[in-house]
């Protein structure tokens, strides 16, 4: 087998921003573009989680039992981050309820499932041909009430990246078709097939951003693509196809921009604060039909591969369709597969049962026999051989985050950087010790956001008792000096009714203000100091 | 249907242990090649001790600290600590030296420590410089080269030498002393540097004689391994510059009192040094500028205890200094990380 960590000399000479280490996999790209997508079957059921995206999950806003139309919003955006989600074919909402979802954790959530009527019947479509008189922010609702998010596989919501802010101006407009994790061609079957969409996609998304320039980068192990996106990018001159170097992890987002433009997106900071905003070629595609033609984000093409089916291929498949059907489809058969992955062998996560539905962040299904992936590695101890800072696009030493990550010195761990690793997995990939080392860094990340959340909690607690403490010690000062206070009261009326003798009158009205007083001081709490302090100016 | 759920990446690169140190191994051959050829089938007994002691005491340890034994014998890095402990041993040194300096190197210098991986100063290096230091007679009694000698030395007569204790009348016509151990003698008996060369049977045009070649091999096999990715230039690079440029520094100050770079470069375990030894990832430092600080530090002690110290090589001392200060050097040195500026 040969090794191939890095590019040659000569390859970074040629590209001179090219960021550091990187891996070159075997691409597995040729089994899935040897034909052209397929429009999936309408399975019976669609299962729709309400959190397909980054942020808020969806709001339900149909019930059991309604008939829902092909686009029809089914659940709206919750709050700013969000993303509403639409019926992907005509229907009866059959149930509400915890599902299995695509999640690393492999945990159920609220979805909304559609029982299919199997005639695709649309709803009304609101198209919109003259977009160019719209302004920024109502072509970015269209976008909004579309449910597009990133189809890449983070699922932002898209309206947002297309909102650099009031006073911050966008030079770069960065298209990326890059796809550089190993299995995965959706993206290139796409540009193929719909560069004319994507085309008019990015022209909308150029106008909602004003960008200066505007990029398509597609890597070298795509020529169909590539030219398919140049001859479209002819007709506007002013957009460039460049090709990249193939090289994972060449699509994550500050990589591809470190490479195109030698700026780094500062750590913990946001493509936009260079200037920069970087969108998938799909997502533009979702953007063309959403304005264009109305449709919401209903569908995607997703690559369904891996030596578990017999017919790897792209399939445009509705978002909910679970994914075993799409393997069936291919001539796979789900019970023979040790593994199901969504997304790429690199840093997809593995499916718990091929029930779990398509989203729309699916970019591709793996269906994984034993040929596709290792299992089981024997782990040597780190000979500390520092094949994983070679190869960390970051520039961690992973080596060193590994020992205070396994050893829980979650400080060292930070003062290493660890919240900079991206999980790319080219540390794992290349250490001759097989030794998970990627586990190790979320493991240690989510041990201390753990220890976050619970030192947050214990704030919280402590503060709330501080604040108890305060007021049961308040209360017991004021009731101590009601006491005080109604005693002398008493014993003051008392005295006066002894002592009255001459003006009846004047003892009785006394007698009246005392009580009034008295009343006025067994008042609960509530009856605050305002009340004493009148008494107690009364009383002088 | 329920599937596996490993965390990705699902995909490795094939990697092992076991193969980074047999590729090492592959790259010595070269070097063991020649060096036979000069210096007899001695180096291959020697090799063949230190291999069996070596792999013995792995066991024995690995099973008293209750470890899997077959994935660490496996993993070769045991051979490699065997074969290099074995090619910095004289040729005609008796059997229990290669057997103590491995048994040595294996259980004090590794297994102590925890074995593979955390062993902080290079074993082989250790049980080298324990046996220099306890036996001085045995370690520094070298072969002169089999082109000198009289006497050609069959594969059975090392093995006499090497197992039935010194023959002195034998071992006293084959063994002389080594070029770099000549030149020192001889430079503090105010000798010039060319009076000593000139005319001496243990030099050649380039160095001493056989080890130029000896030398050259390494060089090569260090080559593979760089091209290989075993090992990253840094280290081997930054010795030999800094051995180099001291030494071509002195030389071009005084070359009567300093030998040439050449002579530097090419004798002793300069090279089988820089590639092989620094190199071992355990004990050497792990970031690209990190290792060049290092090498550069082992160059400087190669040729300040090579010029002024009192051993005439310094490779193993060299690399031990350097082992030591390897942690703090990787605790000080760390890369920009992307985002973050210096």
């Known amino acids: ?540 | 249907m329920e599937f596996k759920t490993p965390t990705s990446p699902h995909i490795h690169s094939g990697a092992t242990v076991s193969r980074v140190m047999l590729l090492v191994m592959a790259a010595t051959i070269p070097g063991i090649a020649v060096y036979v050829s000069y210096f007899g089938w001695g180096v291959v007994i020697n090799i063949l001790l230190a291999l069996v002691t070596a792999l013995a005491c792995e066991a024995g340890i690995l099973i008293l600290r209750k470890r899997p034994v077959l994935p660490f014998l496996y993993d070769g890095s045991a051979v490699v600590t065997a074969v290099l402990l074995a090619l910095a041993l004289p040729p005609i040194a008796p059997w229990w030296i290669a057997v103590l300096g491995a048994a040595f190197a294996i259980i004090i210098a590794k297994q102590l420590y925890g074995g593979l991986g955390y062993n902080p100063f290079n074993p082989a290096m250790a049980g080298y410089v324990m046996l220099l230091v306890s036996f001085p007679i045995e370690m520094t009694r070298w072969q002169a080269p089999l082109a000198n000698t009289e006497a050609s030395l069959s594969f059975i007569d090392s093995w006499h030498i090497i197992f039935s204790g010194i023959q002195a009348n034998i071992t006293d016509a084959i063994s002389m002393a080594t070029p770099l151990d000549t030149l020192k003698t001889e430079l503090r008996l105010d000798q010039s540097v060319e009076q000593i060369i000139t005319g001496n049977p243990l030099f050649s045009n380039l160095a001493g004689l056989g080890w130029e070649w000896i030398n050259i091999a390494f060089l090569i096999g260090g080559l593979f391994l760089i091209y290989k990715r075993i090992i990253s230039w840094h280290i081997p690079v930054a010795v030999l510059a800094t051995v180099a440029i001291l030494s071509g520094v002195f030389y071009l100050i005084d070359a009567d009192t300093f030998s040439s770079p050449m002579i530097h470069l090419l004798s002793g375990a300069t090279m089988l040094g820089a590639f092989f030894i620094a190199t071992d990832p355990v004990s050497a430092t792990t970031s690209n500028p990190a290792r060049i600080i290092y090498g550069v530090g082992i160059g400087v002690f190669i040729y300040v205890i090579r010029t002024w110290g009192g051993y005439p090589d310094a490779v193993a001392f060299s690399v031990l200094l350097m082992n030591m200060v390897a942690p703090t050097i990787d605790y000080y040195v760390k890369p920009r990380v992307f985002g973050h500026k210096q």
Not at chain 1, 10 to 30: N, T
Not at chain 1, 267 to 284: D, R
């Open chain 1, 1 to 540: 087998m040969k090794m191939k960590h890095q590019q040659t000399l000569i390859q970074r000479l040629l590209s001179p921003h090219q960021f550091p280490g990187g891996v070159h996999p075997p691409q597995h790209k040729a089994e899935s573009t040897n034909v052209g997508s397929v429009k999936a079957k309408i399975p019976a059921r669609l299962i729709l989680p309400l959190h397909q995206h980054i942020g808020e999950p969806a709001e339900p806003i149909v019930a059991i039992g309604d008939k829902v139309l092909k686009g029809q919003r089914i659940a709206k955006a919750d709050g700013y981050v969000s993303a509403a989600i639409h019926a992907p074919s005509s229907g009866t909402i059959s149930e509400i309820s915890n599902c299995p979802i695509p999640h690393p954790s492999g945990m159920n959530a609220p979805c909304i499932v559609i029982e299919t009527d199997g005639e695709d019947k649309w709803g009304e479509l609101n198209p919109t041909q003259d977009w160019k008189k719209l302004d920024a922010s109502a072509l970015r609702n269209i976008i909004r009430d579309a449910g597009i998010v990133g189809l890449g596989g983070a699922g932002f919501p898209s309206f947002i990246k297309l909102n650099p802010g009031a006073n911050k101006s966008i030079d770069t407009l960065i298209l990326n078709g890059v796809e550089c994790e190993p299995y995965i061609t959706c993206d290139d079957i796409i540009m193929r097939e719909r560069s004319g969409e994507i085309m008019l996609g990015i022209t909308i998304m150029r106008h909602a951003l004003n960008a200066k320039e505007c990029i398509i980068t597609v890597e070298e192990n795509k020529p169909d693509a590539f030219n398919a996106m140049t001859i479209m990018a002819k007709e506007t001159s002013d957009v460039k196809v460049v090709k990249v170097p193939t090289i994972y992890p060449h699509g994550s987002e500050k990589q591809l921009i470190q490479a195109l433009t030698g700026k780094e997106v500062p750590a913990n900071g946001l493509a936009t604060q260079i200037g920069v905003v970087c969108h998938n070629v799909a997502t533009a595609a979702a953007v063309y039909r959403a304005v264009y033609q109305g449709e919401p984000l209903i569908s995607r093409y997703v690559t369904i591969t891996g030596s578990g089916v017999a017919e790897p291929r792209n399939i445009r498949a509705l978002i909910g369709t679970p994914m075993a059907e799409l393997i069936k489809q291919c001539d796979g058969n789900p019970a023979s597969l040790s593994r199901v992955i969504m997304g790429g062998p690199m840093m997809g996560y593995a499916m718990q049962t091929g029930q779990v539905p398509v989203i729309k962040t699916t970019n591709c299904i793996i269906a994984c026999t034993e040929e596709d992936v290792v299992s089981e590695p024997t782990v040597m101890p780190c000979i500390r051989c520092g094949a994983c800072a070679e190869v960390c696009p970051i520039s961690l030493l992973p080596q060193q985050l590994y020992w205070h990550s396994k050893s829980r010195d979650y400080d060292k761990a930070q003062e290493f950087n660890l919240f900079d690793c991206i999980e790319c997995g080219c540390c794992s990939y290349v250490c001759p010790s097989q030794i998970p080392l990627v586990q190790y860094y979320r493991h240690a990340k989510g041990e201390i956001w753990a220890d976050e959340r619970e030192k947050a909690h214990a704030d919280i607690a402590r503060d709330r008792h501080e604040f108890r403490q305060a007021r049961i010690e308040r209360e017991e000062a004021e009731k101590a000096e009601r006491h005080r206070k109604k005693k002398a009261a008493l014993a003051a009326a008392k005295k006066k009714t002894t002592e009255a003798t001459s003006d009846d009158n004047k003892t009785l009205i006394d007698d009246a203000v005392a009580k009034a007083k008295a009343k006025q001081l067994q008042q609960g709490p509530a009856a605050d100091n305002i009340t004493n302090d009148k008494i107690e100016t009364g009383d002088r």
